[in-house]
């Protein structure tokens, strides 16, 4: 009974001894991926100093929009076209920010349109109001004259709420289509 004793307390020594020596080989790795961490930050922000305002804009708006995959731009453009009297033409549109809010996916624009006449930018403002896809209002307007015609140009900030939904990704790479729920219907995102 003495010999099974000791025999157990030399086995629990040995694995104390061997936990001990592995948890110290881990801690040495942890010290070195710390450092590597560190080194790495440390470059990065090195990196982000020498951009200038406008890359560092520009780089933040790129990381935006590569993480929300979420938004069918498409849809975008046929929702604007759904709204725009054909007297306006669409100039400039600015993504501003795409962001989620109660779960639906939003984008901040800035929309600029020509038209030769106020009343059809006015009477395009309010219908995207009624929509129920924009919150739209006028930010400015700029005169423009050329040797054939006279228009102005009209800046509009926009919020874009799309009608769809989208599930969740797959994460199984044989499966490369989104379902869109589009009032309830499944459809492809175009």
Avoid: C
């Amino acid at each position: 009974m003495l010999g099974i004793s000791v025999a157990g307390a030399v086995f629990a020594f040995a694995t104390l001894r061997a936990n001990s020596a592995e948890q110290e080989r881990l801690r040495g790795q942890i010290v070195e991926l710390q450092r590597s961490l560190d080194e790495l930050t440390g470059k990065g922000k090195e990196v982000q100093q020498q951009l200038s305002p406008e890359q560092q804009n520009l780089l933040i708006a790129a990381h935006k929009l590569v993480s929300n995959k979420n938004f069918v731009w498409s849809k975008l453009f046929s929702d604007l076209e759904s709204v725009m009297p054909g007297s306006v033409s669409a100039s400039k549109i600015t993504v501003k920010n795409v962001f989620s809010e109660g779960g639906q996916v939003r984008a901040e624009l800035e929309f600029s349109v020509l038209s030769h006449d106020y009343s059809s930018v006015g009477g395009m403002i309010d219908q995207m109001n009624n929509s129920g896809l924009f919150q739209a209002e006028l930010r400015g307007q700029d005169l423009q004259k050329t040797d054939r015609s006279t228009f102005t140009e009209y800046t509009l900030r926009v919020i874009y709420t799309p009608t769809y939904r989208i599930n969740e990704p797959t994460t199984d790479v044989a499966q490369n289509n989104r379902e869109v729920l589009n009032n309830g219907k499944r459809v492809q995102p175009g």
